[in-house]
């Protein structure tokens, strides 16, 4: 007679156990759920931090994959089978040009615009929603998405071969809907804004049994954000910055940040100290940021009208504990127009040589009107997180950006265009006498 092999023995106790409601705490089965019936508000994953204390150290960390998944305990999957695409570890990159632009000593660009596999910070959040997917059985996966939440579903799921049906806003850019079909889900394109997408897909997910990302995975998914405060501390050696610099959309990335820095420095891995948050939003899709102006701690919806569409969420759903951080933390939520959202994308690309989306133009934006008011200590260490990639969003730019001088391959018509790039201040070069 053979013995049965437990091969679950081999795995450590998951150092999740529950969900439980941000408000009242009131405790759940770890299912995909995501609000509570008696409070309403939302469900948040629940951790054993002696647990975690107990089986992390910075050398174990150091140790593991070049990937989230080197920070496993702090997420919510409970087997070792995770969907382990190469998220995460991206560049922490010290700014000198942009820096000095902006009379600061000590910025850092936490670079997402080339996180894998589809180039923006979703993959950190789907990663993790579509391993846990998995775990709760589901064979369909779905999102409402304003772009690049579908680009990332669609990938990874495709890796991990399950079927895919997405929801986008019908008048996303090319470059968007391009990066998702290519990976052939199905793609529903609804004509109406994201918080019409939003609604109609909380319906779907409750008739059609899908795991919905950010519906009914929304705990295990919006833990995915933290790795981006995990990555940073990590980066800087082992400590927290002292300004961070984040777009908003629901609130959910500004506001998993801190639940980072908040969970090493629990677990011993970081000493605590007090860390200013930023926020960006548009103009066009400000509500966050309108709260904060107007001092209130709940959110007027709005109807979006913007070029950054990545963020172009009108009725948030962290709103107000977005709100709520910027003040305890002596931070603010500032919004940029279209115009300073352009401009935030060309300084990054002609400063530091990365190409961002609108959500990281509006970022640099918001960063630069900060650093220009003063409101930013020029020692401090101060995070930029850039959320996704312009090749993604080459429609802002278009007709903001030089053309290539077409000539003919003859030295004299180089020499006629070189002049004219001279007159166009474009090239200071000169030619060395022979
Ligand atoms: C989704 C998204 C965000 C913000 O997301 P939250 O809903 O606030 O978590 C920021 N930048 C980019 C590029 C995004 O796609």
């Not at 089965?29 to 629940?46: N, R």
């Not at 596999?117 to 846990?132: C, G, M, N, Y």
């Not at 890796?159 to 008048?171: E, K, M, R, S």
């Not at 506001?255 to 948050?277: A, C, H, S, Y």
């Amino acid at each position: 007679m053979t013995q049965a092999i437990d091969t679950t023995q081999k795995q450590l106790s998951p150092t999740f156990t529950k969900l439980v409601s941000k408000e009242g705490g009131i405790e759940y089965e770890p299912k995909a759920l995501y609000v509570c019936e008696e409070t309403f508000s939302p469900l948040e994953v629940s951790y054993d931090y002696e647990a975690i204390k107990a089986r992390v150290s910075r050398a174990s960390i150091e140790a593991g994959p070049k990937s989230i998944w080197r920070y496993k305990p702090f997420l919510p999957v409970a087997t070792d089978n995770v969907i382990d695409v190469g998220t995460g570890m991206t560049p922490l990159v010290k700014s000198t040009r942009l820096a000095r632009r902006l009379g600061l000593k000590n910025l850092y660009i936490k670079n997402d615009a080339v996180n894998m596999p589809t180039l923006s910070f979703k993959d950190r959040v789907v990663s993790v929603a579509l391993s846990r997917a998995r775990e709760l059985g589901f064979s369909t996966v779905s999102c409402a998405s304003t772009g690049n939440l579908a680009n990332s579903t669609a990938a990874i799921a495709a890796h991990a071969g399950l079927d895919c049906c997405v929801f986008i806003p019908a008048d996303l850019e090319a470059g968007k809907v391009l990066g998702t079909l290519i990976y052939n889900p199905t793609v529903m394109a609804v004509n109406g804004n994201y918080d019409q997408v939003n609604r109609l897909c909380s319906e779907v997910a409750n008739t059609y049994g899908w795991g919905f990302v950010n519906i009914n995975l929304r705990p295990y998914y919006s833990e995915g954000s933290k790795t981006l405060g995990f990555e940073v501390a990590e980066q800087l050696g082992w400590q927290l910055p002292d300004v961070v610099v984040s777009p908003i959309a629901s609130g959910s990335l500004y506001t998993k940040i801190r639940k980072g820095f908040q969970e090493f420095v629990k677990v011993g891995l970081v000493d605590d100290k007090p860390v200013q948050f930023h926020g960006a939003q548009a103009e066009g899709c400000s509500p966050v940021a309108q709260a904060f102006r107007e001092g209130r701690d709940f959110i007027t919806p709005v109807k979006p009208n913007t070029i950054a569409k990545s963020i172009a969420i009108g009725n948030p759903a962290d709103g107000s504990y977005a709100v709520e951080q910027a003040r305890e933390t002596g931070g603010s939520i500032e919004a940029v127009n279209d115009a300073e959202i352009i401009e935030g994308i060309k300084l990054l690309a002609e400063t530091e040589g990365i190409f961002t989306e609108t959500a990281g133009g509006t970022t640099i934006a918001v960063l630069k009107k900060l650093a220009e008011a003063g409101k930013i200590d020029p020692d401090a260490t101060t995070v930029a997180y850039i959320t996704g990639n312009g090749l993604k969003t080459q429609e802002a730019v278009q007709g903001h950006i030089g053309e290539p001088l077409t000539i003919e391959p003859k030295l004299g018509s180089f020499e006629q265009a070189l002049e004219r790039a001279r007159t166009l201040e474009r090239l200071d070069w000169q030619p060395t006498s022979v």
